[in-house]
């Protein structure tokens, strides 16, 4: 239940870094607000690990990632 909940939040994430792409096009690169698309990343990134977690299992690899 758990992994496919971090999967929606992956998936929400995700298209609101794609909106936010389509935001700078259309706003210019030269934006503070746009700073904001690194910290989507981030957590896109961080959710996605903790979904495959599950799958990974246990270990180095886990920790590593």
């Known amino acids: 239940m758990h992994t496919m909940l ?11 870094f ?8 259309k706003h210019g ?7 904001l698309l690194l910290v ?6 961080d959710n996605l690990i903790i979904a495959l977690g599950k799958y990974i299992g246990e270990g180095n690899t886990l920790i590593y990632l």
């Open 18 to 25: 794609i909106w936010g792409i389509f935001l700078t096009r």
């Open 6 to 16: 971090f999967f929606f939040l992956v998936l929400c994430y995700l298209s609101l």
């Open 29 to 35: 690169v030269l934006n503070l607000n746009h700073v």
């Open 40 to 45: 989507i990343i981030g957590l896109v990134y």
